[in-house]
């Protein structure tokens, strides 16, 4: 642009002239709401930043000291910011040796003039910038010097500094502990209130970033002072600094919570009275939770650090989730209506509670909090009413609690789901009480309730209180002034169902039924409710010379009607949502009992879908419902009304749709049920159905620019179904899916590796012994001829390497455990066309696979043992669990080559053996077990052929086999004493007494 345009460099190198002030005024000129200064004063700082980098940032550096207005030089230090750090410019790293000295010379001066504290801080982030793109040796030896200056001002910022460097770069700061600690002692002893609260945050940084465990004598002088400096902001009513303090404290919390063990409990009481206190602001008392529950949180030191304080915490967090407000889009039943009237404190108190429900596993029998209870279910204010079900709705989750109601008192037991007692009538009897309340927003949240007992107790309540919970929820079912009750009501229902078996569900199916059909109905019936007036409508029109009395009385029949029509209308369309996801969920878990109902149920369905057309999300609730209801009732009933939907379906594929269109996945969806429903019968519909499929699963590259994110993540779970769907698809038509497994396998094998979504690698991994096994069935039955390459053959020898090139880069256990398992499934299939290369392949592949995981696994062990995180910790142990499923597919995978091959394999062992024998010592139960499994499997398979072979003896049984046998016997883990068991046995069958009594002496 800028040798297109004649001038434009004189202009540019105007502003690097003597006079400053231009090149301040076209930086000031970037933030213009006038389109046309912005754009030039951009092209001119574009122009220098490009030709005239050195000599662009110092003059900007340089406006800093120049300028006095402290808004001004917030600009400028933002612009220069960007200019020197920011992501995409990154100038620093250009600039001369000598540039650089020069601005930072300028940095520290304006660190130590400037005024605004605002400003301050911006310059100390830049400061922090530079300091971690390149060396600074003067920043350290500046930033103690101002430790001790006279200035407040300076104080307060090289603290600041300070704590950014500290948590920033963390041990490369040279900087000596001891000494720092000296110096934040008479910073917390200072007079000023700024420079305190400054110095517990430099104090925090200190201990948690720079001190090891060897400075503990350090760290006990610390702990007095900042614990005094709180004692005395709380005492003096000083709640911004009090604020400042506690968010320091909550870091010292979650990184070091042993420090404050001495002082824990005067901490507590302070935090308590901080939250409790309504004349301080909102931001202090949520600040002051926060720490209360990071406390809770933290596994070692915080269970024994509140003795006595959970009920008072409890009861805090209780009445924090009674600040709700009466508004009237609450009542209309729009998802987005939900949390309508709820304040942050509302919300903060819920988040919090759960929270701390996760954290302390202890029992709630605290006399005052019980009493609390009671009192609240019978409170004359329905904030305290609507408090009871959704605080236990909001405990469920995470601890799976029981509630047990015992004469007017509620006794709260927190235990884990497998202890869970089996009587849960009195949670629903809470719910029962609150259900019949006068306020509706109370009886939603007994709904919610209940929603969550049937989603976290499945399937207990199901099986022991369906006679119970079942009325409770067709009930609120009939609370038509209130369609966001009913909408909630048949979501609840929806979910209680899922875990339901028919029998339960059978003699409530009339009922249920009949009150959901009810609601579309009524929907229904909603949108031709104007009907009636047409004819008035029409005589208004051809009787000009009718009394104007009569119009005006028609107006206002018409008016009243639309008013009534209107708020019965209010949330019909997730009324209409969640009545027909209540149906196919009804249907799913009742299976042949729903037949009786298809009759009578299909209308209205259709109905819906017909409605739907000018709304997509409502016509993919309503394609979902029939194809559940198909798939429940059997293909015999639903024959004659496929025809329909396909012909549906197809109008849908040829319009253009928005990629965050629902119906993009519904279509592919249905189009999986439809397969599995009808079965062989499916086949004339593939053609039209494969195409769509395929596109979806092979959609182009995704883009993940800010403009394009949810579209992205949209075709992403398209992607996602598709893919599944086309596993659905082979799996049911075995053979006949013959036609286009080469399209499939084109599409799937390279998702194998598509590391932007795990789902589709999962079933990408799951399609790959599906697609096998349709040809090799396809083969046998002549539906494809076998030319000069078996077609199975052609097939393996694509996905084989495919899936184990795709296992060694999978990070994740969980989809390793999966493609270890589709990999067996393909050997049993492939077996008789593999050959002695193939399965010398397998084996290395395997053991490549095992040497990389087995390492991996021990780094982040010994990672986890020197962080302290819990996070990490239950990672870590879930993580475990898949790595179990891992290593038990490994040993099918060799078990099923080993069954395969006999002894031609045993040589391809030598690596993996080993490798194993090497490591025994270090290895996991987990590991021993898969190599104690290898040796049973090749003495159980080969029997006494395995003696004739001198290779055999010497690797399996000389160098490895008799250690790992005594060592077995060795072991305190029960699963390899039982596995090395059953391989001697097997062994002594095969005689080898003679050669190991000979090893043995």
Known sequence: MDAEEP????????????????????????????????????????????????SLCFRVSCLILSTSDASIRETIVNFLRLLLTASGSHFWMILSIIHRNDIKRVFLECLEKETSTRVAKILCKLALDVAVESEWPELVPFMLRCFEASDIRVQETSLFLFGLLSETLGGKLSC????????????LGCENWRVRAAAVGASVRLIVFLMGTSSNDLLEQLSAPI??????????????????????LTVLMRKKPGFLRSRIDTCIAYMLIMAENKVWSEKSRHLAVK??????????????????????????????????????SWFEAESHHKNSGETNNCSYGKESLRRFAIAKHVDITDEKFITMLAEYINDREWQKRHAVPATL??????????????????????????????????VIQIASISSQDSHPRVRWAAIDLLEQLSKYLCPQLQNQHHQLVIPLLTKALLDFQNPRIQAHAASAISCFSQSCTSSILKPHLDVIVSMLLKLLQICTLCMNAFIPFLPLCICMIILPSYSYFVYFSLLICISFHAYIICNIQKGSQSLKEEALTALASLASSSQEHFQEYYVAVMPYIKVMSMQGKSNHRLLAKAMECITMIWMAVGKEICRKDCQEVVELLISLQESQMETDDPMRICILEVWGRLCKCLGKEFLPYMNVAMPHLLQSAAQPKIDFTNELLNASLNLLEEKASACNMLCSCAAELKEDFHLWIDEVADTLIPLLKFNLHQEVRMAAASAMPLILDSAKLAVEKGHILEVDESPVMKLSAQIIPAMTAALYMEPKAEICARFLGSLNGCIQISGPYLTDNEAKFLMDEITKFLIARSLRRHAREQG????????????????????????????????TLIKRFKLSIVPF??????????????????????????????????????????YFLQVMHYQSYLPFLLEACKSDKPEVQQLHGQSAFVQSLVDLSSKLLLMVA
């Open 7 to 54: 001038g434009i460099r004189d202009k540019a190198l105007e502003l690097l002239g003597s006079d400053p002030q231009a090149l301040q005024t076209n930086i000031l000129n970037l933030t213009s709401p006038d389109p046309s200064l912005h754009s030039n004063a951009r092209t001119l700082l574009a122009y220098l930043g490009r030709h005239y980098t050195n």
């Open 227 to 248: 614990m005094d400096t709180f004692d005395d902001a709380m005492e003096n009513g000083k709640e911004r600094y009090a604020r400042k303090i506690v968010k320091h």
């Open 864 to 895: 986890v043992a020197q962080d302290s995180d819990a996070g990490e910790r239950e990672l870590l142990k879930e993580e475990s669990g898949n790595e179990k499923e891992v290593y038990n597919n490994v040993g099918d995978c060799m078990a």
């Open 393 to 426: 709705a909001q405990m469920i989750e995470p601890f799976c609690q029981v509630l047990t109601w015992h004469l007017g008192r509620c006794l709260i037991v927190f235990l884990p789901l497998q202890e869970m007692l089996a009587d849960l009538t009195s």
């Open 909 to 950: 062992f030598e690596k993996l053996l080993i490798c194993v024998a090497r490591t025994w010592v270090d290895r996991t139960t987990i590991e021993k077990k898969l190599a104690v499994r290898i040796f049973h499997e090749v003495a159980e398979q080969c029997g006494e052929e395995a003696l004739k072979q001198e």
């Open 291 to 328: 720490f209360l529950i990071t406390l809770a949180e933290e596994r070692h030191q915080g269970f024994a650090m509140l003795p006595d304080k959970i009920t008072r915490i409890l009861s805090l967090l209780f009445k924090m989730v009674t600040d709700i407000k009466d508004v009237n």
């Open 176 to 187: 000596e502990p001891d000494k720092l600690q000296s110096l934040f002692l008479k910073c």
